[in-house]
């Protein structure tokens, strides 16, 4: 065989190998095993054997951590249903959370999604890092650069997938089946790793399924 045809079959195996192996990583999560709820109160149901978690809304934010071990880097991938309801849908996922007060988040407002504002369509999908960098702060400080549109056209009313990947630091925010991301961040605040939950935002409630989570 031609050395040239070797090694490009060699880097194609190698290739398939290293991608195989990563999507091999990517895990079923039991969304049933909560260990804690913070600020609110949940339902669990299951449909077509899938467990539906369902969150009431209340004051404040909330979230809905899952038992799993201490996540660090790696894609989060789950679905989730919000509703178009003007300020009252604030849904998304929390990671390396330390306590109540102290994690990383991204966070949808379906009720922005299909607006006929310009301004409020471009505050579609969120990033935030507590204690220090709420929603307000960033968009203050950094407006449009930890908040961005969708950039699809989602119905706020129905499911969808969220995919974020997380590594060294660099965070990306893809729906459904987008091959750019919707919002790509630098993390900040000094949070590296920990626990991980379903979050909601004030008075809002939300609908979770289908978690999957790979650590690299």
């Avoid at 507590?130 to 407006?143: A, F, K, Q, S, T």
């Amino acid at each position: 065989m031609h050395k040239s045809n070797f090694l490009l079959i060699l880097s194609i195996l190698s290739f398939s190998a290293s991608t195989s192996l990563y999507a091999q990583k990517l895990e079923n999560v039991d969304i049933s095993k909560v260990t804690t709820t913070i600020n609110r109160t949940i339902s669990m149901n299951v449909v077509e054997k899938t467990h539906i978690l369902s969150v009431n809304p209340g004051p404040g934010g909330g979230m809905i951590m899952i038992k799993y071990p201490t996540f660090e880097n790696g894609e989060i991938q789950f679905e989730v249903k919000g509703q178009d309801v003007y300020q009252k849908s604030f849904v998304g996922f929390a990671f390396h959370i330390k306590n109540e007060k102290n994690y990383e988040a991204i966070y949808f407002r379906p009720f922005n999604f299909r607006t006929t504002d310009e301004l409020r369509k471009k505050h579609a999908v969120q990033y935030v890092s507590l204690p220090n960098y709420d929603w307000e702060v960033l968009r203050d400080h950094h407006p449009l650069e930890y908040e961005q549109p969708i950039g699809e056209n989602l119905d706020p009313n129905d499911w969808f997938k969220v995919r974020i990947k997380v590594e060294g630091g660099k965070i990306s925010v893809f729906t459904n089946d987008q091959t750019r991301p919707c919002l790509e961040v630098t993390s900040l605040g000094d949070l590296k790793s920990g626990k991980i939950g379903f979050f909601t935002g004030d008075d809002s409630p939300g609908i979770f399924r289908n978690l999957k989570i790979s650590r690299k």
